[in-house]
Nanobody
Framework: QVQLVESGGGLVQAGGSLRLSCGASGRTFSAYRMGWFRQAPGKEREFVAAITSNIGITAYGDSVKGRFTISRDNAGNTVSLQMNSLKPEDTGVYSC??????????????????WGQGTQVTVSS
C-alpha cells in the first residue's frame, strides 16, 4: 500500500516556474514507477511525465518536453516535477501516481495502482 500526497501547486504567470513534489509512504517506494498526470476542466487526463524505479529512465508528454523535468529521491520517498516556461494551457490538477507494472506503457493511466489527490496549477496569461 502506498499513499501519495502532492504539494507545490499554485498560481503563476505565463513564463514562470513551479516545482511540484509528491511524498510517498511505505518502505518500497524505490520499486515503483512514478508518473505525473494532469487534467484540465472538461478535458481527459493527460500524461505529463514518468520515471522508472531504480534506474530512473524518464518519459515526457509531447506538450511538456524540454520544459518539465521529473526526478525522484528514493531515500526521501519523493518524486518531483520541475515545470519551467509555463503556459496557460498547462493549467490543471496535477496528480502523481505509482505503478508496480514494469511492462506496460508508462503513458497509460490504467497501469498505475495508486494516486494522490492532486494539486492545482493555474497559469495566467
Amino acid at each position: 500500500q502506498v499513499q501519495l500526497v502532492e504539494s507545490g501547486g499554485g498560481l503563476v504567470q505565463a513564463g514562470g516556474s513551479l516545482r511540484l513534489s509528491c511524498g510517498a509512504s511505505g518502505r518500497t517506494f524505490s520499486a515503483y514507477r512514478m508518473g505525473w498526470f494532469r487534467q484540465a476542466p472538461g478535458k481527459e487526463r493527460e500524461f505529463v511525465a514518468a520515471i522508472t524505479s531504480n534506474i530512473g529512465i524518464t518519459a515526457y508528454g509531447d506538450s511538456v518536453k524540454g520544459r518539465f523535468t521529473i526526478s525522484r529521491d528514493n531515500a526521501g520517498n519523493t518524486v518531483s516535477l520541475q515545470m519551467n516556461s509555463l503556459k496557460p494551457e498547462d493549467t490543471g490538477v496535477y496528480s502523481c501516481a505509482a505503478s508496480l507494472n514494469i511492462f506496460s506503457d508508462v503513458r497509460s493511466p490504467t497501469i498505475y495502482n495508486y494516486w494522490g489527490q492532486g494539486t492545482q496549477v493555474t497559469v495566467s496569461s
